[in-house]
């Protein structure tokens, strides 16, 4: 059983920051290609971010120099970290990966969500 789950969210001024964190457990052969989306309400999934296992990021375009995501191989985890927020980055954040499993299979797996709510 693979588990994703999110923390850090929560409410934040406009302008401030906050640190994403998404913790992998399971039985866990590799993680390849970890992802943060996002889902503002009456919105779809929008990529945020994404992060390769050795660290080639990639990320929406409105989210370039305010968004940093980095992870920690040894850790099994990935971070998000978000500044100079804004009200429209108001969403659930969700992680997401890529993960071979130690019974060989290659799925792609989602965390639970957390809440950012930007607002003053």
């Known amino acids: 059983q693979v588990q994703l789950v999110e923390s850090g969210g929560g409410l934040v001024q406009p302008g401030g920051s906050l640190r994403l964190s998404c913790v992998v457990s399971g039985s866990i052969f590799s993680i390849n290609v970890m992802r943060w989306y996002r889902q503002a309400p009456g919105e779809e999934h929008e990529l945020v971010a994404s992060?390769?296992?050795?660290?080639?990021?990639n990320y929406a375009d409105s989210m370039k120099g305010r968004f940093i995501i980095s992870r920690d191989n040894a850790k099994k985890t990935v971070y998000l970290q978000m500044n100079s927020l804004k009200p429209e980055d108001t969403a659930v954040y969700y992680c997401?990966?890529?993960?071979?499993?130690?019974?060989?299979?290659?799925?792609?797996?989602w965390g639970q969500g957390t809440q950012v709510t930007v607002s003053s």
């Open positions: 997401n990966a890529d993960i071979s499993t130690v019974q060989g299979y290659l799925r792609n797996y």
């Open positions: 992060i390769t296992s050795v660290g080639s990021t």
